[in-house]
């Protein structure tokens, strides 16, 4: 069994990867709010540890691994967008329409992560289907002397656990202080205590608690939720570098304070950010932007995959249209190479290899180019048996799917079949013939410059021409050529 190192953010080193059980590999990853559409930056750790859940499913096999990513349901900006429609005259109490936008976002979700190619996970829970479990989990820390109730709230109180508090991220609570926009409010005790229930109008969605109507806060759920499906000690959890603090270090807190006996995530694992050609998405700049827009503009869920994973996880991701542009030539030329083959039994160990080194994924990529190289390669040389070739060919595409590349439901984008481009390269090389001999290539420029205009790549040599899709490759432009 190959053994998998990974990037443990609280050990600050990479690490073989031990599971806690070999036949329940679990994985606990932060999701969305459900509030609007994902944008691109969102997209990023969907796709990495969709990659993570691929390589474990396996090494382990696919019935071993349990991939939990919860949706949070319960925000402030659920209900300011809820309130935004009633007021602009939609039917229904706000409690009804924060439903309704809930539902309606994580529908938008899980089509343009599928989009993408990710599977979904085991365990798709949703905070307010938790509350109960939250409820408990807070009186809990009460008991054990870990959080107080104070004006209808109930804070966690870090200096009782002064001692761990900030061991993910590195800093000192006094640093964070210093550092941190924190909440200031008479009923702290120390300005880092942080929301565990909060009050909630008759308006605004609500449940009773000891406590009265509130609602719950925003770390407590995925420490209630991990629990009840993963249990008190799990492999691993993971997320972007922004939810480290506080998000992440506040549930170590709460979790190991509740469960002092578990390890609560044994490892850490956070993606980089997003830019976009080279700045930080921001809507001030005008270069943010929704996974679904770039869908909607054409740019295939597949492409934006292979445009992730040409960045290793824990470095930052530059989107640039260059990149897409090339990464859907690449993929174009990919699918045209495998039609009609079946993938082997198992990737190229060189890619599992590569994936397996704390997720090399731009490794992964390289070593797919070069078998890429070693089939063209193959089939220049006619003398070669043709069971070499296609048993190269059915390696080079169980590689491709083991990142989650060149899967049958994402191809319809590169779909060719109905398009003759035998016969167009044919009448090409006709073309050349006669101009060789006539020595008046009109003709074959003419043709070159539509295929070109179509988003052909043309390949002329002495062996014939090839027509190859590229990017931008429109069918439509080769009626009448």
């Not at 078998?371 to 069971?387: F, L, Y």
Request: net charge negative; proline share 4%.
């Amino acid at each position: 069994m190959t053994t998998i190192k990974l990037h443990n953010t609280r050990t600050r080193t990479k690490e073989d990867f031990v599971p806690i059980s070999a036949d329940n590999v679990r994985m606990y990853v932060c999701g969305p709010t459900v509030y609007d559409r994902a944008h691109l930056g969102n997209a990023r750790p969907v796709v990495v540890f969709d990659v993570l859940y691929r390589l474990l499913r396996h090494t382990f096999g696919a019935d071993h691994v349990t991939y939990v990513r919860n949706f949070t349901d319960v925000d402030d900006k659920i209900n300011a967008t809820a309130l935004a429609r009633q007021q602009a005259g939609a039917e229904g109490t706000l409690e009804q329409l924060v439903q309704e936008r809930s539902n309606e976002t994580i529908g938008w979700y899980l089509h343009d992560m599928g989009a993408l190619g990710a599977l979904e996970p085991n365990e798709m829970p949703r905070a307010t289907q938790y509350i109960a479990q939250m409820i408990a989990m807070i009186e809990d820390l009460i008991a054990k002397g870990h959080a107080y109730a104070a004006e209808g709230h109930v804070l966690f109180a870090v200096d009782s656990w002064k001692e761990h508090y900030g061991e993910l991220s590195g800093r000192s609570v006094d640093d964070m202080i210093a550092g941190a926009r924190v909440e200031v409010a008479p009923y702290k005790k120390n300005p880092m205590d942080f929301v565990l229930w909060k009050p909630s109008t008759e308006e605004l969605p609500g449940w009773d608690s000891p406590w009265g109507r509130g609602r719950p806060g925003w770390h407590i759920e995925c420490s209630a939720m991990s629990y009840e499906l993963l249990g008190e000690s799990f492999d691993i959890h993971g997320g972007g570098n922004d939810l480290m603090f506080p998000h992440h270090e506040n549930e170590i807190a709460q979790s190991k304070c509740a469960h002092p006996h578990g390890e609560f995530a044994k490892v850490w694992l956070h993606n980089e950010m997003l830019q976009v050609e080279g700045k930080k998405m921001s809507k001030s700049l005008g270069n943010f932007f929704t996974v679904h827009d770039l869908l909607e503009q054409g740019v295939p869920g597949e492409v934006i995959r292979f445009v992730f994973l040409q960045t290793h996880y824990r470095k930052p991701m530059d989107w640039t249209e260059k990149k897409a542009r090339e990464a859907e030539a690449t993929l174009r030329k990919w699918r045209a190479l495998t039609s009609g083959i079946e993938p082997a039994a198992s990737a190229a160990p060189a890619v599992i290899a590569a994936l397996s080194d704390d997720l090399n994924t731009a490794g992964a990529l390289a070593e797919l180019h070069r078998m890429e190289r070693q089939i063209t390669r193959q089939k220049t040389a006619s003398n070669e048996p043709v069971d070499l070739l296609r048993g190269l060919l059915q390696n080079f595409l169980a590689s491709a799917q083991l990142l989650g590349l060149l899967t049958p439901k994402m191809g319809e984008w590169a779909d060719t079949d109905s398009v003759d481009l035998t016969a167009h390269a044919g009448r090409l090389a006709d073309a050349r013939v006669i101009a060789m001999q006539s020595k008046d290539f009109s003709e074959v420029d003419r043709l070159k410059a539509a295929y070109l205009a179509a988003g052909l790549e043309v390949r002329m040599s002495k062996d014939g021409v090839e027509l190859v899709p590229g990017a931008g490759f429109d069918a439509a432009k080769l009626e009448g050529v």
